[in-house]
């Protein structure tokens, strides 16, 4: 089977072109960047690199103030927690990496919001676990706060909740988890931050004649097989979970990025092509964009659970690219729950749009035909003004 992959053919042409066509950090409008422990953690002390934490977020900075927004996903609260504990040269068992992660994430957020109060920006933390993004409800209120943060000008500084959670719940390493994450968030672009600067043909650091991969536009068999085995130390990552990564990346629309991250500013290093400065990297290309795969996903939905039949106004206005909102809502159907896919219908009974209900049925029916200023009396909370938001509708 042939890969799907630029640069690695024998014309030296080839790679600069696959490379003069490669993005830039630039082109990035919300992005997530992971950190692994061993570029965050000193190893030998188990102390937080400051000078490096610096660094990078300086790059966080320069790229909010170009209008970019970012979440970051960080390793490091268990290598950090384990020094302070004892739990130093042996394997942990779970309650221990637990322990060691209660205390190593108080100082791992302090060490976030200290370095980017330089630059006046807020700092919020976010803990998740596997069930977070697995389960619908639970994945829609993790969406629906890292969302409002962004909104607020907060960067969101995402790890796993390894305090509470199971062996059988856990993501046991970030790649995947931040692959989740853009996903949930409909990133655009999620950079791995690792300690290789990319994809190779074999391991370069056993095979000399390995051969960097600077894109892939597909994931195949053959890509798959040049995954090697992770590295010593902390990080529990390794090629493989990176390609895992860019699986769940790629099918949600996001372009992912590989890229070595000893260096100083290694966000800033991305903002060029290798052939005019910047860093080498491999960039993962997805063949569509994130709303749009995520819309495919719901207009392709067949078990819808309800629908909603509109009014006239309401078919006006979600034909101009509106929200649905619940006082063009004039019926209710079915038994469904927040997030679930519901048809909706127009006053003729015709379908005309899907999407992910903003509310379950028995809410829904309570607030239909309402004004959002009502839904605080009406339910006892104040919920969102839509029905379906159009980040979360497709109209047929």
């Known amino acids: 089977m042939t890969a799907s992959v630029e640069g690695t053919g024998g014309l030296a042409d080839t790679l600069s072109r696959s490379l003069a066509r490669s993005p830039t950090l630039l082109d990035a409008r919300r992005l997530v960047v992971k950190i692994g422990s061993a570029l965050l953690v000193d190893g030998k002390t188990g102390q937080i690199r400051r000078a490096w934490l610096d660094a990078l977020a300086d790059d966080v900075a320069a790229c909010r103030r170009r209008g970019q927004e970012v979440v970051i996903v960080t390793s490091g609260a268990v290598a950090t ?106 990133a655009d672009t999620l950079v791995l931050l690792s300690d290789i600067d990319g994809l190779y043909t074999a391991d370069p650091r056993k095979d000399p004649d390995a051969r960097h991969i600077p894109v892939v536009r597909e994931l195949t068999a053959e890509i798959e097989g040049m995954a090697g085995e992770p590295p010593p130390g902390y990080s529990s990552g390794g090629m493989v979970t990176k390609i895992v990564a860019a699986r769940v990346a790629l099918s949600a629309g996001c372009r992912m990025i590989i890229a070595k991250g000893q260096r ?76 679930d896919v519901v048809v909706v219908r127009s006053p003729d009974g015709r379908e005309i749009a899907r999407g992910l209900a903003g509310y379950a049925s028995e809410d829904a029916r309570r607030i239909m035909g309402r004004k959002s200023a009502e839904f605080e009396a009406i339910l006892g909370y104040q919920g969102r003004d839509e029905m379906i938001h159009r980040d979360d509708l497709v109209v047929r």
């Open 264 to 339: 100083m500013n290694p966000l800033s290093a991305l903002e060029k092509t290798p052939e005019d400065g910047g860093a080498l990297c491999t960039w993962f290309l997805p063949s569509s964009e994130p709303s749009s795969a995520r819309k495919a996903w719901i207009g392709g939905y067949l078990n819808a659970a309800g629908s909603l039949t509109v009014d006239a106004g309401a078919l006006t206005a979600l034909a101009k690219g509106a929200s649905l909102l619940p006082a063009g809502v004039r019926a209710v159907d079915g038994d469904f729950d927040r997030g």
């Open 81 to 186: 927690g384990r020094e302070h504990l004892g739990l130093v040269g042996r394997p942990l068992r779970l309650e221990e990496k637990q322990a060691a992660a209660a205390t190593g994430q108080i100082r791992l957020a302090h060490a976030y919001q200290e370095t980017l109060a330089r630059h006046d920006v807020t700092v919020a933390q976010v803990l998740v676990t596997l069930e977070d993004t697995e389960e619908r409800r639970r994945h829609l209120n993790a969406r629906s706060t890292i969302d409002t943060l962004l909104k607020l000008g907060a960067v969101p500084v995402i790890n796993e909740n390894d305090t509470v959670a199971t062996a059988e719940i856990r993501f046991g390493d970030n790649d995947r988890l931040a692959a989740r994450v853009a996903q949930m968030i409909s």
